[in-house]
């Protein structure tokens, strides 16, 4: 039955389905920022056949040594680049800099079938493409993450082999994530089974776990849902 189950969890056939919704929400809601794009698992024996393919946000760039974090696109084909209109769009604003101090970062958003749950997958580096360590961007981190990390380094953020990669990652760690999901739809469990559920617990998951690493959702994201 397709839905949100009542522990919190999400079925691996309405994950597909709620992605894509999440990314064409992004995409029509603000377009100056990174696009989310569906990514087509890769045909490998060893990978489960539960879910075929991932979200992924790649390119955004960060300023990490200034008081103000900035996110923004950044692209071409040798060294990154970040471009956009000057006006600022919500909490994120889109960055135009060549300066050292710039920390590009690639999210992916993957379904984890022993939760249940979406995590967020990440990593960082630097304009010459060498990869950062947890101690080198955690500067970069929103204050409430990095009281957590000191509190919780291991267990808040770990790095494993990204499932379709097969390189090293870092990731959200998703124990609390289906009590979290669960507490949010509390309130009125009739929404649950609503045609829109999944697409709206995506929704609700990104707008708690982005935020941890300076992905809000914009504001404009929030009107679409809200109109819907």
């Given amino acids: 039955m397709s839905g949100v189950a009542g522990d919190g969890t999400l079925a691996p056939s309405d994950f597909r389905v709620a992605a894509v919704a999440f990314a064409e929400r992004w995409k029509s809601a603000v377009s100056a920022l990174p696009p989310w794009s569906w990514i087509p698992r890769p045909t490998h024996p060893w990978l489960s056949n539960e879910v075929d393919g991932y979200l992924a946000l790649e390119n955004a760039c960060l300023l990490g040594s200034s008081e103000e974090k900035s996110v923004g696109c950044c692209g071409g084909s040798e060294e990154p680049n970040c471009s956009g209109d000057d006006e600022p ?62 509190k919780s380094k291991w267990t808040f953020i770990t790095q494993e082999e990204h499932p379709y990669l097969n390189r090293p990652w870092y990731k959200l760690h998703p124990c609390g994530t289906s009590e979290c999901i669960k507490l949010l739809f509390q309130s009125d469990a009739s929404i649950r089974t609503t045609s829109g559920a999944a ?29 819907t």
Wanted: charged residues 25%.
């Fill in 89 to 150: 769009v919500d909490d994120a604003t889109l960055v135009q800099s060549s300066r050292d101090d710039v920390h590009y970062y690639d999210f992916h958003i993957i379904y984890d079938s022993s939760y249940r749950v979406p995590v967020l997958y990440f990593r960082a580096y630097c304009g010459d493409g060498r990869t950062l360590l947890l101690n080198e961007f955690e500067g970069d981190l929103p204050a409430d993450s990095s009281e957590a990390l000191v």
């Fill in 199 to 227: 697409e709206l617990y995506l929704l609700s998951w990104f707008s708690v776990v982005g935020r941890l690493v300076g992905l809000g959702i914009p504001y404009e994201m929030m009107k679409c849902e809200n109109n």
